[in-house]
C-alpha cells in the first residue's frame, strides 16, 4: 500500500498556537516526517492567534460540513520555519474568538467545545474523502488527543477508507459530554454506545480515538504500559488493554534546531559539552532577570510548567521552607491552579532573596531557565512524555525527575553504579511524597558539592540524543502497521 499523504491532525501546533506539549510534538514532528520524503499536511482550527501567526495564507475552498449551517473555509499556508502545509479550518463562529483554544480569557472552557471540534472533525472528514475541493486525500489521517478523537469513528463509516492512528498526549483530558450536548452534534446514533464512544452517561471524544483508530500510541512506551493499570487508566484502562495489540509508546522527540545551547540566541552565552564554563554568565543573566543576588557558587533549580498537582508542583511547595534552609535559589515560570499561584507569590514575597517566579508563559524565560539553572526540577505525579527533562539534558542542566511516563524513559538515575559506568544523566525518585523530593533534590545539592562528578554527569547529559528524525521514522512504522491493519480485515 502507498505510504505518500498523511494528513496530522492536532489542535494545537507551535509556533501558530500553543497551551501546552501537544503544540511542540505538532510544530516539530510534521517536518521531521517531511525531511523523510512524505506529503505531510497539518490541519488545525482557525483561531485568532493561528491567523495571527501563520504569516500569508490562501483560501482553497469553502464547503458545508454535516449538522452545521455555516460554511467551512480552508486557509492554506505553510508552517512557520519549515515547509509543511498547513491547513486552517475557517469557520469564525467556532474559532474566530477571544481567548485559548479551549477556553476563555478567565480560562473557563467553552460551553460549545463539543459543537466546535464537531466541525473541525467533520471537516477532517471531507479531506479525507477527497471531498474538500483540494485535490488530496490522505492514505493516513494522524489525529491527537480528545479534540480529534471523533476523527477515527467518523471514517469508520464508510469501507477504502484511509487508515488511522491515534495518539494520547495525556489520557487525563477526555473531552466528556452529556447525552444532551450530544443530540445537538447530529452524528450517528451509534456512536451512542458503551461499544463505541459513550462512557457511564458522558459522550467520550478520546474513547472514539481509542475504540476506532487502527493503531493507537502514547508518547513514551512508560506511559503506555502505565495507561492500561488502575492507577493512571482514568477509567478506559480496561478498554487499553483489550486494544493492546494495536497499543504502542513513542517517545517525543525534541527539537534541536529551536533548543541547543551552542546556537539558542536568547541565551546570553551559548556553550556546548566542551565549553560548559560559559554556562555561569547565563547563570548571572538569569539571576540578574529574577533579581537574585548573584552569587555564581549557590545552586539554581529552575521550573517551567503547569502549576497544577500533576506536576507535583505542590510537592515542591510543601518542601519549601526546609528546602530554603540550604544555600539554595529556585525560579519558576508557569500558570495554572489559582490557589497554587497564589501560594506561589506569597513564597516569593517571604523569601525574596531565593524565589522567583514569573506567572504566565514567555518562550524566551523558558530558554533562558534552561540555559541559566543548574538543575531543573519535573517531581510529576504522571507524565506521558515530558519535553523539558530532554531539553534540561541538552542544556547540562541535571534533571530532578520522578520515575513516571516519559521521564522514566529519559534520564539515568546518577547513582554510584551509573556515575562509575558513565550513563547517569541526572536525579530520578519513585514515591510522589515531600520527602521523597526533598531528599532526591538533597542527592542534587550532593552531587552539585563534587565538582569532578557534577561535570562528568553534565558531560553525559549534553550527549543524550532525542531527536524529531529518530521518532519519525518510529511513526512510519507505526502508519505502516495501522495500513496493515486494514489489509487484514479488508
Not at 461 to 480: K, N, V
Amino acid at each position: 500500500m502507498s505510504l505518500r499523504n498523511i494528513l496530522y491532525v492536532t489542535s494545537e501546533a507551535h509556533p501558530l498556537v500553543k497551551t501546552g506539549g501537544l503544540a511542540d510534538v505538532a510544530g516539530s514532528l510534521p517536518p521531521a516526517i517531511r525531511s523523510l520524503r512524505r506529503d505531510i499536511r497539518l490541519i488545525l482550527p482557525a483561531y485568532r492567534s493561528a491567523i495571527a501567526n501563520a504569516g500569508r495564507l490562501q483560501e482553497k475552498s469553502r464547503f458545508s460540513v454535516h449538522g452545521f449551517d455555516t460554511t467551512v473555509g480552508i486557509l492554506e499556508g505553510r508552517l512557520p520555519g519549515s515547509r509543511v502545509v498547513v491547513w486552517l479550518v475557517d469557520s469564525p463562529p467556532h474559532f474566530d474568538r477571544p481567548g485559548g483554544p479551549y477556553a476563555d480569557e478567565q480560562g473557563r472552557d467553552w460551553p460549545d467545545n463539543a459543537q466546535r471540534f464537531t466541525v473541525f472533525a467533520r471537516t477532517v472528514e471531507k479531506i479525507a474523502w477527497d471531498e474538500a475541493g483540494l485535490d488530496w486525500r490522505p492514505d493516513v489521517v494522524h489525529c491527537n488527543d480528545w479534540q480529534s478523537g471523533l476523527v477515527p469513528a467518523l471514517l469508520t463509516q464508510r469501507r477504502q477508507r484511509p487508515a488511522t492512528v491515534f495518539t494520547i498526549h495525556n489520557l487525563a483530558y477526555q473531552g466528556l459530554f452529556s447525552w444532551e450536548t450530544f443530540q445537538t452534534l447530529h452524528l450517528p446514533q451509534t456512536l451512542w454506545s458503551m461499544h463505541a464512544m459513550e462512557f457511564y452517561g458522558q459522550f467520550s471524544f478520546i474513547k472514539g480515538g481509542i475504540v476506532f483508530a487502527d493503531m493507537i500510541n502514547t508518547v513514551s512506551p512508560n506511559y503506555a504500559r502505565e495507561i492500561t493499570t488502575p492507577a493512571f487508566g482514568c477509567g478506559l484502562e480496561e478498554l487499553l488493554k483489550s486494544r493492546s495489540d494495536r497499543l504502542t509508546g513513542i517517545l517525543n522527540g525534541a527539537d534541536y534546531s529551536q533548543w541547543n545551547p551552542a546556537r539558542d540566541p536568547y541565551l546570553k552565552k551559548t556553550y556546548n559539552a566542551y565549553s560548559i564554563e560559559r554556562k555561569a554568565e547565563n547563570k548571572a543573566d538569569l539571576q540578574a532577570r529574577f533579581r537574585l543576588p548573584c552569587e555564581p557558587q549557590t545552586p539554581l533549580i529552575g521550573l517551567i510548567g503547569r502549576l497544577v498537582e500533576q506536576k507535583g508542583f505542590d510537592l515542591l511547595l510543601a518542601i519549601l521552607p526546609q528546602l530554603l534552609q540550604r544555600d539554595v535559589q529556585v525560579v519558576i515560570l508557569g500558570s495554572g491552579d489559582k490557589s497554587l499561584e497564589d501560594r506561589l507569590k506569597h513564597a516569593t514575597l517571604t523569601y525574596p532573596r531565593q524565589v522567583a517566579a514569573h506567572i504566565g508563559y514567555d518562550e524566551a524565560l523558558a530558554h533562558r531557565i534552561e540555559g541559566g539553572a543548574d538543575m531543573f526540577l519535573m517531581p510529576s505525579r504522571y507524565e506521558p512524555c515530558g519535553l523539558n527533562q530532554i531539553y534540561s539534558l541538552r542544556y547540562g542542566t541535571l534533571p530532578i525527575v520522578r520515575r513516571t511516563g516519559g521521564l522514566a524513559n529519559t534520564v539515568i538515575d546518577a547513582n554510584e553504579k551509573n556515575i562509575a559506568s558513565r550513563t547517569a544523566t541526572g536525579i530520578v525518585f519513585d514515591d510522589a511524597t515531600p520527602q521523597a523530593l526533598l531528599d532526591a533534590v538533597d542527592r542534587a545539592l550532593a552531587l552539585y558539592r563534587q565538582p569532578r562528578l557534577w561535570k562528568k554527569v553534565i558531560f553525559n547529559a549534553m550527549q543524550q540524543d532525542f531527536s524529531w528524525r529518530r521518532s519519525a521514522r518510529q511513526y512510519l512504522a507505526l502508519y505502516q502497521r495501522a495500513q496493515s491493519v486494514i489489509k487484514e480485515t479488508a
